[in-house]
């Protein structure tokens, strides 16, 4: 009986360890740099340096986000939603809420849509 439960605890903490390296492995490949490539206003495309200047931000693993935004420079902290998307909270903006398509992230303001890419390290 006791060879039972010592065998269930470590198929258990196998499969709890399996969950928790898959968990991480999902996100951290958002950690690093992402820049702005293209942006689509009003449904026409155009380069996000015409409209608005370069968008940039950094994605940390502790949870930190740094961007810069219009010029300004702002620090945040990010979150993974249980839809998908990616939300950057920070007290200078409004939360920002990114939806995550072909490796890219998408920001979605209405009128003006602006695309991310990672940076390679």
Request: net charge negative.
């Amino acid at each position: 009986m006791r060879r039972k439960i010592e065998a269930l605890a470590i198929c258990l903490i196998i499969i709890v360890s399996s969950i928790v390296f898959t968990a991480c492995s999902k996100v951290s490949k958002y950690y690093g740099s992402w820049t702005s490539i293209t942006c689509e206003y009003q449904g026409k495309e155009c380069s996000t340096n015409e409209m608005v200047g370069s968008f940039s931000m950094e994605i940390n693993e502790d949870g930190t986000a740094k961007y810069t935004c219009y010029g300004i420079d702002a620090e945040g902290k990010w979150r993974m939603n249980d839809d998908g998307t990616m939300t950057v909270v920070s007290d200078n903006f409004e939360d920002i809420t990114f939806e995550i398509r072909d490796k890219q992230l998408v920001l979605d303001m209405n009128d003006l849509v602006v695309i991310y890419d990672k940076q390679e390290e």
